[in-house]
């Protein structure tokens, strides 16, 4: 048995339940995960308030995490039993102690970096990585402006930015918040 996050009904914070399941065997293409730090990401309060309604109902919540590999489906060819791993972008059901995960969402962690700082971290820099390099190749010397540089997706882009040679002007909500996002050279 393990433990999750599960809900039947969509509303606020007080329908969501912890509760025991039996995690199933990974399918073919999928590995199981067992979770040490779980991604809280905003757009999981709108599928939580049926904005974004799941599925189906019960539904699991989360998409995002970081763990070890405990099983593998018999197609997976890059990830192996005892990967520290972070991901992505799965099917609902990450804020559990277990988690299967399709091999394409998965990545493997280096030992440098927790798996606190990979479950907060993944998304947003993949979100970035979208933006400056996929969406609009930025490039040294080039000046562009950002919204909400102070958030997460916004720090992350702030310090790309900057090594990327490029400037990024940011708006923030606030003054405490432009000093938090401040990329100016030290």
Not at 2 to 29: M, Q, R
Not at 80 to 89: E, H, L, P, S
Not at 95 to 111: I, R
Not at 127 to 134: D, G, I, M
Request: with cysteine.
């Amino acid at each position: 048995m393990a433990k999750h996050i599960e809900f039947s009904a969509t509303g606020g914070p007080e329908i969501l339940k912890y509760c025991e399941f039996t995690p199933v065997d990974p399918a073919d293409n999928e590995v199981q995960v067992e979770n040490r730090a779980i991604g809280i990401n905003y757009i999981d309060t709108y599928i939580r308030s049926g904005l974004y309604p799941p599925a189906q109902l019960p539904s699991g919540l989360g998409t995002e995490a970081a763990g070890v590999v405990t099983k593998v489906g018999s197609t997976v060819t890059t990830l192996k039993i005892g990967d520290r791993v972070v991901y992505a972008q799965s099917t609902l059901g990450a804020y559990s102690e277990v988690h299967n995960v399709a091999e394409n969402k998965v990545t493997v962690l280096p030992d440098t970096i927790s798996f606190e700082q990979a479950a907060a971290s993944f998304l947003k820099g993949l979100t970035v990585y979208y933006l400056l390099r996929r969406t609009h190749q930025i490039q040294p010397g080039e000046i562009f402006l950002f919204h909400a540089a102070a958030g997460g997706i916004g720090l992350i882009a702030c310090q790309w930015a900057k090594t990327l040679g490029a400037k990024l002007i940011g708006t923030a909500g606030s003054d405490e918040k432009a000093q938090l996002g401040d990329c100016s050279p030290p």
